[in-house]
């Protein structure tokens, strides 16, 4: 049995957090998210939020309606983008 010390747990953390936020370890080093890499992610997210908005706004409509179908689409684009932003299945500050 191995055993994972609390100094052990800190690092995998850590590096699962400078991984969310974008850093890239190279050469024996991390190195910082490019200014354009953090604002495209700032702005994604800023769109992420709104899509949930107009989600929450259409739910409960009829089955067969526009905004059903809509907010299937809705669906569909915000599962993929959080796969896809979100991929350790946690976000850095408290989702997940």
Not at 2 to 19: F, G, H, W
Not at 45 to 57: I, Q, T
Not at 61 to 81: G, H, N
């Amino acid at each position: 049995m191995v055993l994972i010390s609390e100094i052990d747990r800190q690092r995998i953390t850590a590096v699962k957090v400078l991984d969310a936020l974008g850093y890239t370890f190279a050469d024996g080093e991390w190195h910082p998210p490019s200014e354009m890499t953090v604002s495209a992610m700032q702005e994604s997210d800023r769109m992420h939020a709104l899509l949930v908005e107009r989600a929450d706004a259409l739910d409960g409509c009829a089955q067969s309606s526009p905004e059903a179908k809509e907010r299937e689409i809705i669906a569909d684009v915000l599962e993929a983008y959080e796969a896809k932003r979100w991929s350790a299945g946690n976000e850095c500050g408290g989702k997940g």
